[in-house]
């Protein structure tokens, strides 16, 4: 526990060193401002002109092409490219239109930063908000949690999603007034959705395994069976996947590794991992063809000492 309120504690003081530096800099260039107002020319001869906007023009490309990359992909690294590319067409749309205000060319810069330049902007930094938006937000396993996974009718609801209550109760023999109040109450504990369609979807979740400490009294023991039970099913699944493995094909993949790391070390790679994961879970959340279930897992632990 200390390692994480240490950690806590310089993020703290980062962040708020970053909003001093953030104002200080708002402060000084207030008065900057005003000192270029008055004294900057109207008027300025300069050269390599050229190489400036062609230099602007293939760094707004690349910015292009890297944004579109990395968000096909549904990379988080998208979104300050993303981002950087928004400002990038901001500013093109702000020297064209003052540098040909008085020129022939005032109002075609006019129109296209109205009708291009700006709306681009606008879309990119949607698109990236909503890459923001994507991460499943992590949360600890409760009580309730075990409840629902030990309700067979909520199971066979959310497995036969995406779908509407009609369909279901063809799919699943379940009476279409159970299917109803058994979405809305998963609707309730973030594990459904309905869209305007009337069609329900399964909204995939990030559990995070709690401490026993950190449970209360009550429902310790209750945690704990739960905990054990998973285990134990994870065991006889690891055992049945090392039996089959001749029998996956491509779909089978295997890898272990043993690294020396720190407490932060560990914490920084399942963040990655599970920002990864993440990505891929939301890549295709229904049936396709082409597409099959595959079971994930992954463990961290410091092995037994050798003799």
């Known amino acids: 526990m200390p390692p994480r309120v240490a950690v806590s504690s310089v993020e703290f003081v980062t962040r708020r060193m970053l909003l001093v530096f953030l104002g200080a800099a708002a402060v000084c260039l207030a008065p900057w401002i005003v000192y270029l107002a008055h004294t900057l020319p109207d008027r300025y001869d300069t050269g390599r002109w050229r190489t400036a906007w062609v230099g602007f023009d293939i760094a707004l490309l690349c910015c292009f092409a890297g944004a579109a990359w990395l968000g096909l992909r549904r990379r988080r690294a998208a979104v300050p490219l993303l981002a950087a590319t928004a400002a990038l067409l901001c500013c093109d749309a702000w020297f064209d239109v003052v540098l040909d ?97 009337g069609r329900w979807s399964a909204l995939p979740q990030s559990v995070l395994e709690p401490r026993l400490e950190e449970i209360a009294e009550p429902h310790r023991t209750r945690m704990a069976q739960y905990l054990d039970a998973k285990y134990e099913r994870e065991l006889k699944l690891l055992a049945w996947a090392a039996e089959h493995r001749g029998e996956f094909g491509p779909w089978g993949k295997a890898s272990r590794a043993a690294a020396r790391l720190t407490e932060a070390d560990l914490r920084a790679f399942e963040a990655e991992y599970r920002e990864l994961l993440a990505q891929y879970c939301q890549l295709r959340r229904h049936p396709a063809p082409g597409v099959r279930e595959v079971a994930v897992r992954f463990y961290a632990f410091p092995p037994p000492a050798l003799d």
């Open 101 to 197: 205000w008085t020129s022939s060319d005032r109002w075609t810069s006019v129109a296209l930063a109205a009708g291009a330049e700006v709306p681009t902007a606008v879309l990119l930094l949607l698109a990236a908000r909503r890459l923001l938006a994507d991460r499943l937000p992590d949360r600890p396993l409760t009580v309730r949690d075990i409840e629902i996974y030990h309700d067979p009718s909520a199971r066979r609801i959310l497995a036969a999603l995406p779908s509407t209550v009609d369909n279901l109760a063809g799919e699943t023999g379940l009476p279409a007034s159970e299917i109803a109040t058994t979405l809305r109450v998963l609707a309730a504990d973030g594990y459904a959705r309905e869209g305007r369609d």
